[in-house]
């Protein structure tokens, strides 16, 4: 009689294994699903903001650009000569690269920062509570 209950009771353990088995694999193969969606979406903002970026930097050379040659040849009608006009405007780019080589970590730390924020941004729903 022992062989008897014995059987009928291993069944349902046996099928509540089985189930449960099942069901961690379908939830661990959504977490990984949801997790390559996460970070695809990731990637796709921050590919996004660096093309962005990378078009708005060949605008803002090719401005910059235009108005060194008017600022140059401006600086040179003033100066009476050519050389001595773009030096001038040469002597201003020097001035302004100390500057911003004097402020890298601040710049180098807010595009650090904001590489993590779009990393780790935990966006809230509609319906979810913050």
Known sequence: MDE??????????QSYFYTLRIAIEAFLANQWKLIKMEATEKSARFFTLLMIGVGGICFLFFVIFALSMLIGYAFASWAGSTAIGFAALSGLYLALLLLIWGGRKLWTKKLANMVVKIFFNKQVKDGDAK
């Open 4 to 13: 008897a209950q014995n059987a009928t009771t291993a069944e349902p353990e």
